[in-house]
């Protein structure tokens, strides 16, 4: 045993396999810490209690180093917003202090209640003080304006009715709110005071890690840590290219489509073609749909965002997310179509809508690459609804947004879950008796809806059915939904699930209401959203008697459904076990 | 005082591999350690007493107080093994159990399950009824349904019924209806109501608590019957005092009718322990890490009480009852290093566990861990392995590392098991990082108590990576939950969510709710023998501003509620708010939500006698080792802690062994030895 430390090291540029670690959890740390943070000092419950947000830092060219996201949609969208903001502020127009904000779906963001704030990040160098790195948040705010309350219009046919267009813009110079930025902003919004208060927590966010990025660059010098961030990212992009190499090399298709825009154009086409050429892989959205005149359009990002999940769920979700492990993902969208749609389109639904199909299509054509994480198709919507209205109460407005889950699609490894938010989606509910306090709704029923699950040796996860009554007044309800017409896919020989359903019930009458839609309630309407089922995996002859025997007992399939599907006499069974 | 019976003072933890008893006498601390018996843990309690009577020599009739932290519901919700149960709810509500908050466990794995339902769909039952948001009657109970379920539920096995109805935290008559028509109708099981379990506002949160009450009560019940009758035969006086996950101790009775209350009960007083010496020395604001062989619990103390959550989950599932909150990590003295395809060094969250362990062992482990590269770096003594039966064998270690580290990254030996504590210390500081600021504190201003097997000889290093100027390790480290069962207040928590906004809240309505809860605690408290004047009472309210979900405890004054009493509240909560969230607005409109009493029957505390060495630091001295500190050797002392005086004071680096585990001093640290035996190692400025 000998030697001053200097002994042990590596070559003084190579990062050994220590330092990458150590370093790769320090920065892991400051997005969790900066999320944690945001968390916490947001002001609405769309943060605090649906985490709706997502916090990454970025080295100093932009490309991602880590990433805390709660929200899969976010996962690889926010490098778009970072690349816009230096495209519109160069690093040399930048001092520090200084913030830049963006929400523009065609300049950076996703859809316009997504705002994101971008944060260069200063240390002193040798020659003065030098970009080492940005800092970036993204949180859902509650509302952005347009034309209506909450900002997810199903109706829309422009991004102009959409809410206020934000292009990257300093909202912060040289540690100041910027205030006539600001109250442009705020004049545009339903709840301003509100949106101050997230946008103060936005700020704070990346404070935090301007400082922890800034320990970093003290403890092992700017040079030594830049080098131990390209590590980083190398060594996520070798370990995606380990993953991508194990696959069979060829170009695998699969087509699915979106019901309708909600202005009359109906069967909406989304066509991926993946192929695997080594380590890389290529999804090419050839074949799909011009952009559409409803709201379901998605820009780029979004289309980027789902392309990397359904990868990251393939491959292995242990590999960190950032720049390294999509650099052997290549995408090609056309421009002009749902999955890249260029100004003026309507994009609110192409984060909550066309980004599940984009899912669908890439896990459909890989399904036969990956035989041990195929999955049969989730229930792909979100399921929106929108209620707004005075309390008659205290005769005060109200809005309330929820989205709804359904069923997992069935595995390989077992059944598909029951009644969960599915692939980029992952909020929680509003308790009943909450929602009941708050607003002047009730909910008179939430449970499975039996025998929606696609059957198959594994079976798809059921779909919920959540019934609201509107109390003593007169509401606005809106709807955004896809999967009512076309089912969620099964793999393998396993059926289709069952597709999305929703009544209004009036006066004891029960009538259809369109899935992408908006109308006028008495009071004691209830409406009742029945979300899809998954679909099935494999046959369903391969069923275990079992399982089909504990479904019967628990009431999630019926006899009938049992016999049909499954060929399985109840009676027959039972008096074979006697 | 009431204890006038006897003199002696008694803490029974039980842990994974052994059951530790603490006596007090005197002032004097004992402790005695027999191996768990998990097929019948009251066994290993048993013998546990038998061995403190044998070593410490009181008789049965000395014991005037009897505390225990028991595993037995926290091991039935993580083994599944609970009372066959149904739940009753409202109609169109049975599954809510099951849905939860429709979020998914993990966002990108595929293979992720949903936890199990605590009471599956067949013995989920719905009664017609409804109440409304003020518990006014809008459905009324339709009888005829509670008939039809009393029928299914006498032909089948059931044990223990939950009965959760919504908006019961309001009005509880219907619950109270159904039960008792059950009973009537000749149901004979155990019955929990959501209404007297957790009534509060959140129908998953408060069915789940209800339902795993429910499921645990016959568990609970069988137990502490075994053990109170294994206790009166050996002719102790004491009641039993059970530890509850809030912190508090509970008369036995009052558990088995609230198991669910006990579900993080060692862990708690484990915490409370680490409070108590922290205090001790005039540090109120502490981490500490509990750290053994699988994983680190991780807990802060805020103003010398550990502070407590009602989100804690236990198993798969979210606990909505008060606990201390424990936050656990996989990563413990056991946890394996290895090299991932990117050829990145990881650690854990695999362990080599008890068996086969760490390669030093010699049990057959043939994966590199914590443990092996502590030893390789001189900071375990590889003969105090044979005080466990166990050969340290330092060749087999060296080999492993080689080939399994070492070699593939091309590093030294020493660079290797150095990378292999860095890598697990970069882990533990991102949890104690995130643990911190999650709640809105700097880690720099807390002192870290560190204590299980594993956590002082890691304690320095992460202080020093965090700033942290102070560690603390107490002279009972691996025994410091049975310590914390002696110095705990029993405690009574009610609570009844009133959803109203706060110009709505009557003063006297609120007074009379404290009133009820007042009412009962002195009555459970005086059944636990304590007199008035040692019972303290704390009201406090839950407030948010209207139109948010999350709410901040307010402390309210003693004395009746008036108008001023709110006013008072809704200040402290802007400044709360201001405090925790970094903003408030003093205009917004607020909204009360629940309302809490906490019923504490003082407990009087042992005064503990300093140990009576005397001598200087460096007689304590046992050998000189060579040990590395990030590269590079040190000849380093090591001191026998046993034989540490009081106030004896000396700089790293050094290793000081003894008292269950080992203390690593870094170089650029100090260290001295408190006049109660703790370690307090500070690094130099």
């Known amino acids: ?578 | 005082m009431s204890n006038t019976i006897g003199n002696c003072r008694l803490g029974v933890d039980i842990g994974g591999t052994f059951t530790d008893v603490v006596t007090v006498r005197d002032g004097r601390l004992h402790v005695a350690k027999t191996p768990s018996t998990p097929e019948a843990p009251d066994e290993g309690v048993m013998d546990g007493v038998t061995k403190s009577q044998n070593d410490v020599g009181f008789r049965s009739n000395a014991v005037g107080f009897f505390a225990h932290g028991t595993t037995v519901a926290t091991n039935a919700v993580l083994e599944r093994d609970w009372a066959e149960t149904a739940l009753i709810t409202t109609d169109g509500f049975r599954d809510v159990l099951e849905i939860g908050r429709q979020a998914r466990p993990d966002i990108y794995d595929f293979d992720v399950r949903e936890p199990v339902p605590i009471v599956e769909r067949d013995r989920r039952f719905e009664i017609t009824e409804r109440l409304d948001e003020r518990g006014r009657v809008e459905t009324p109970l339709e009888e005829s349904t509670v008939d039809a379920v009393a029928a299914e539920l006498a032909a089948s096995n059931i044990d223990s019924v939950a009965i959760s109805l919504l908006f019961s935290f309001e009005n509880d008559e219907h619950e109270r209806r159904i039960r008792d028509r059950l009973q009537n109708a000749g149901v004979d099981v155990s019955y929990s109501l959501s209404s007297e379990v957790l009534p509060e506002i959140r129908e998953y949160e408060r069915t789940l608590a209800t339902s795993l009450n429910a499921a645990l009560k016959p568990v609970m019940d069988t137990y502490i019957g075994r053990l109170e009758s294994s206790i009166d035969d050996r002719g102790i006086p004491a009641t039993m005092q059970i530890m509850q996950s809030n912190g508090g101790i509970i008369g036995a009775e009052r558990a088995r009718q609230r198991p669910i209350n006990t579900l993080l009960s060692g862990p708690a007083a484990g915490v409370q322990g680490a409070a108590h010496v922290a205090a001790l020395d005039g540090i109120d604001d502490v981490l500490t890490m509990d750290m053994g062989g699988t994983s680190c619990d991780v807990s802060m103390v805020r103003d010398g009480d550990p502070l407590v959550s009602t989100e804690v989950e236990v198993g798969d599932y979210p606990i909505g009852v008060p606990m201390i909150s424990v936050h656990t990590i996989g990563a413990g003295g056991g946890s394996i290093a290895w090299i991932d395809d990117g050829d990145a060094l990881r650690v854990g969250p695999r362990s080599a566990g008890a068996v086969p362990g760490p390669v030093c062992y010699g049990r057959g482990g043939d994966e590199p861990t914590v443990t092996d590269a502590q030893l390789l770096l001189g900071r375990l003594d590889p003969d105090a392995f044979l005080a466990d039966e166990l050969e340290a064998d330092v060749d087999r270690v060296e080999a492993v590392i080689e080939e399994r580290i070492a070699g593939p990254l091309d590093m030294g030996l020493e660079a290797a098991a150095q990378g292999i504590l860095d890598v697990a210390n970069a882990n533990m500081e991102r949890a104690l990082r995130v643990v911190s600021v999650e709640r809105g504190y700097d880690p720099r201003e807390f002192g870290l108590v560190a204590f299980g097997g594993a956590g002082p000889l890691h304690a320095g290093a992460l202080a020093a990576e965090l700033d942290i100027p102070r560690v603390l390790v107490p002279r009972t480290a691996g025994v410091l939950s049975a310590l914390g069962l002696l110095i705990t207040d029993l405690i009574h928590d009610f609570s009844t969510s009133m959803v109203r906004r706060l110009p709505d809240v009557s003063p006297s309505e609120l007074e009379s709710v404290f009133a009820g809860f007042e009412r009962d605690g002195y009555e459970r408290l005086a059944g636990e023998g304590r007199d008035d004047d040692e019972i303290e009472l704390e009201r406090s309210v839950d407030l948010r501003y209207v139109g948010q979900s999350f709410e901040l405890t307010i402390p309210l004054s003693n004395g009746d509620v008036t108008a001023e009493t709110l006013e008072d509240a809704a200040e402290r909560f802007h400044g709360r708010h201001e405090r925790r969230y970094g903003h408030a607005s003093p205009s917004a409109p607020l909204e009360l939500v629940t309302v809490r009493l906490r019923a504490r029957g003082l407990v009087d505390t042992p005064d503990l006698v300093a140990s009576e060495t005397d001598g200087c630091a460096d007689e304590a001295i046992r050998q000189q080792r060579d040990v590395v500190y990030d590269g590079t050797v040190y000849e380093t002392n090591v001191y026998d802690r046993d034989r540490l005086p009081v106030d004896a004071s000396f700089d790293g680096p050094a290793i000081v062994e003894g008292g269950e585990s080992t203390v690593v001093i870094r170089p650029e640290q100090h260290a001295t030895v408190d006049e109660y035996g703790s370690i307090i190692v500070e690094t130099d400025q």
């Open chain 1, 1 to 578: 045993m000998s030697g001053p430390p200097e002994t042990t090291d590596e070559e003084s540029t190579g990062v050994d396999a220590v330092t990458l670690e150590v370093i790769r959890n320090a920065c892991t740390a400051i997005s969790e810490e900066m999320n944690a943070n945001l968390i916490r000092t947001g002001y609405s419950p769309n943060i605090k209690e649906r985490r709706d947000c997502s916090c990454a830092i970025f080295d100093a060219d932009g490309d991602m180093i880590s990433q805390a996201e709660n929200m899969p949609v976010h996962l690889g969208a926010m490098p778009f917003s970072v690349a816009a903001a230096l495209e519109r502020y160069p690093p040399e127009t930048l001092s520090p202090g200084d913030a830049i904000m963006v929400n523009d779906p065609f300049q950076g963001g996703a859809h316009l209640p997504d705002l994101t704030l971008v944060t260069p990040v200063f240390a002193e160098a040798d020659d003065g003080e030098t970009i080492i790195a940005f800092a970036a948040n993204r949180a859902h705010h509650a509302d952005v304006g347009g034309s209506t309350a909450g900002s997810v219009a199903a109706d829309s046919t422009e991004i102009y009715q959409e809410g206020v267009r934000i292009p990257p813009v300093k909202l912060f110079e040289g540690g100041d709110v910027v205030e006539d930025v600001m109250d442009l902003i705020l004049a545009n919004v339903r709840t301003p005071e509100e949106r101050r208060g997230d946008l103060r927590a936005q700020q704070a966010a990346n404070e935090t890690a301007r400082e922890r990025l800034r320990d970093l660059a003290d403890k092992y010098g700017i040079e030594r840590l830049g080098d131990a961030i390209s590590e980083i990212q190398d060594y996520s992009e070798r370990r995606m290219q380990t993953e991508i190499a194990q696959l069979p090399d060829g170009t695998y298709e699969f087509a699915d489509v979106l019901d309708d825009d909600g202005q009359g154009n109906d069967t909406i086409p989304i066509e991926a073609a993946v192929t695997i050429d080594g380590d890389e892989i290529l999804v090419d959205f050839d074949g799909t749909a011009a952009q559409t005149a409803g709201a379901v359009n998605a820009v780029f990002a979004v289309t980027a965002s789902a392309t990397y999940y359904a990868v990251r769920c393939v491959t292995d979700p242990d590999i960190p997310p950032n720049e390294g492990a999509y650099r052997p993902i290549e995408i090609e969208a056309p421009e002009g179509t749902v999955v890249n749609a260029s100004p003026p389109a309507a994009v609110v639904g192409g984060n909550l809508e066309v980004s599940q199909r984009v899912t669908d299509v890439i896990l459909g054509a890989l399904a036969d690459v990956v035989p041990d994480r195929a999955i049969a198709a989730c229930q792909g919507t979100m399921n929106n609804i929108t209620f707004g209205g005075v309390d008659p109460r205290d005769d005060t407005p109200y809005a309330f947004y929820e989205t709804q889950g359904g069923g997992f699609g069935g595995r390989s490894s077992g059944d598909g879950m029951d009644g969960v938010h599915v692939h980029m989606s992952n909020t929680m509910n509003t308790p009943a008796e909450v929602l009941q306090t708050a607003y002047p709704l009730s909910v008179e029923r939430y449970e499975y809806r039996p025998d929606s699950g696609g059957a198959g040796h594994h079976r798809g996860g059921l779909g919920l059915r959540r019934d609201i009554r509107v109390r003593d007044h007169e509401a606005t309800f809106s709807l955004l939904a896809d999967r009512r017409t076309h089912p969620p896919y099964g793999i393998n020989g396993g059926s289709d699930g069952t597709v999305g359903d929703d009544k209004l019930i009036r006066d004891g009458d029960e009538r259809d209401i369109d899935p992408k839609s908006t109308h006028t309630l008495s009071s004691d309407d209830v409406v009742s959203i029945r979300t899809p089922g998954g679909g099935g995996f494999g046959d369903p002859a391969d069923r275990d008697l079992d399982a089909i025997r504990r479904d019967l007992e628990l009431g999630k399939l019926s006899a009938e459904r049992a016999q049909a599907q499954y060929g399985y006499d109840h009676r027959e069974s039972e008096s074979d076990d006697a």
